[in-house]
């Protein structure tokens, strides 16, 4: 079933500008994992944040987390072209065996 | 972390043949996965290839639709079997390590396979 749930789904913004994807899951989690996708290639894996840890942050990317709410945000910081891509999360559930269930992704697009 | 290549990076086939791609990880990995992107879409989850027994698969897929051979923990197949213009997709593997490590629990993927069926 698909747990993943981000918002938005499009985002336009300016080169420099911060960027910021939100995902919702239905079910407790293990973990989540944040991925970039370029034009319909493989994944880059971004972070991985715990279900006890509140945020995490790599280089200009800042994850949060609250189980509280179910949700989770990135933050990609001063945008560069280069960042435009499909943006996954994916939640890795108690009751999947590792599995990952991947949400509807946020196309982002950095105007230069 | 893995790196994780596949073959063929594409391909174009006929109605009603079988495409069989290889994924290769250059260490150790406890579980390997398939998953399936339509054009568009997310990523949605194929099977688990399982060392030396058969694959455990989602709801909707079958072994005889898509069988998964995984000799190896470095290694794994997954064949597309009587293909038609609906099975035009990526198809990606992806890896996870064990043990306790800063990567622990990190899945990671392949480039892709895109497959076009005519």
């Known amino acids: 079933s698909q747990q993943g749930e981000e918002d938005p789904q499009a985002l336009s913004i300016q080169e420099g500008e911060n960027a910021t994807m939100n995902c919702s899951y239905k079910t407790s989690i293990n973990n989540l994992q944040w991925y970039r996708q370029n034009s319909g290639r493989g994944l880059v894996h971004l972070i991985l944040i715990r279900s006890n840890e509140r945020e995490k942050h790599s280089g200009r990317l800042r994850v949060t987390l609250d189980t509280s709410k179910k949700s989770s945000s990135l933050l990609i910081t001063a945008s560069r072209a280069a960042d435009t891509a499909s943006y996954f999360c994916?939640?890795?559930?108690?009751?999947?065996?590792?599995?990952?269930?991947f949400g509807q992704g946020t196309r982002l697009t950095i105007n230069p | 972390s893995a790196v994780i290549s596949q073959k063929p990076s594409r391909d174009i086939c006929q109605r009603g043949t079988s495409l069989t791609i290889q994924c290769q990880v250059d260490?150790?990995?406890?579980?390997m996965f398939w998953y399936r992107q339509q054009p568009g879409q997310s990523l949605t989850l194929i099977a688990t290839?399982?060392?030396?027994?058969?694959?455990?698969?989602e709801s909707g897929f079958v072994i005889d639709k898509f069988p998964i051979s995984r000799p190896n923990l470095t290694f794994s197949t997954l064949t597309v079997s009587n293909m038609s213009p609906e099975d035009s997709s990526i198809y990606l593997c992806s890896g996870q390590t064990s043990g306790r490590t800063s990567s622990y629990n990190e899945q990671f993927f392949g480039p892709g396979t895109r497959l076009t069926v005519l």
């Open positions: 994916a939640t890795c559930h108690p009751w999947g065996a590792q599995k990952l269930v």
């Open positions: 260490s150790q990995v406890t579980m």
């Open positions: 290839a399982n060392q030396g027994s058969e694959a455990t698969y």
